[in-house]
């Protein structure tokens, strides 16, 4: 009976043989843990907006591994069928996880206010600004805004943008403050498309009742 044993252990050790007499290698890449990587770690949105977030998983033959997002803060942001949607002004984090295991990616989220909800009433004088507008080298695009901040980070106007009798777009820029003049402003741009507030290089300072540039149109560019 021991005898018979022996002889079934042997026949199912060959049975796992290749003719060679070498093992069957085992596929390593299919039984790899999925990684996932979010293609942005840093992101800003104002209140109202929607984004959607892109994740990779790896290995390839992982990629359509299910997805779970997450917010630290649903207050702040919350998801909607994996949109990212802005609620209210803060700060949060953004986490997507692969089901059922511990690979995670997080993304750290600005909300700002909706700059196009500014109110100029509290201020007693202003400036128009004139200007040229474009973002990451093309013009500016739906959901894109450009504001002005004082030096504290205070919004003190917002672009409208406008078309010349030519056709030609331009923004006109109105600058409020409770200063006469001598005030620094900063201008920002939200480029939507990236979910990035980017700063100008120009600095404008106020002064009351000025137009500026006195003729023609301010080269504005957000990079």
């Not at 994740?55 to 207050?75: F, Q, R």
């Amino acid at each position: 009976m021991m005898r018979n044993w022996k002889i079934l252990i042997y026949a199912v050790v060959l049975g796992t043989m290749t003719s060679c007499g070498e093992l069957f290698e085992v596929n390593e890449e299919a039984q790899a843990n999925p990684v996932v990587t979010l293609s942005d770690h840093s992101i800003d949105l104002m209140v109202g907006v929607r984004y959607q977030l892109q994740a990779t998983i790896t290995p390839e033959t992982l990629k359509d591994a299910a997805l779970y997002w997450a917010s630290d803060d649903k207050d702040i942001v919350k998801f909607e069928d994996g949109v990212a949607v802005a609620v209210a002004p803060g700060t949060t984090d953004l986490r997507v996880s692969v089901v059922n295991t511990t690979s995670e990616d997080v993304c750290h989220v600005t909300v700002h206010p909706r700059w196009m909800d500014f109110d100029p009433t509290q201020f007693l004088y202003d400036m128009v600004v004139f200007a040229d507008v474009s973002v990451n080298n093309h013009p500016l695009a739906d959901g894109d805004a450009v504001g002005a901040f004082s030096a504290d980070g205070d919004l003190r106007g917002v672009g409208q943008m406008l078309k010349t009798t030519a056709g030609k777009d331009y923004m006109m820029l109105r600058i409020y403050s409770n200063e006469l003049s001598e005030e620094d402003i900063q201008l920002r741009c939200f480029d939507a498309a990236r979910a990035k507030v980017v700063r100008a290089q120009q600095t404008i300072t106020f002064y009351s009742d000025e137009t500026y540039p006195s003729s023609g149109l301010m080269d504005l560019k957000f990079d």
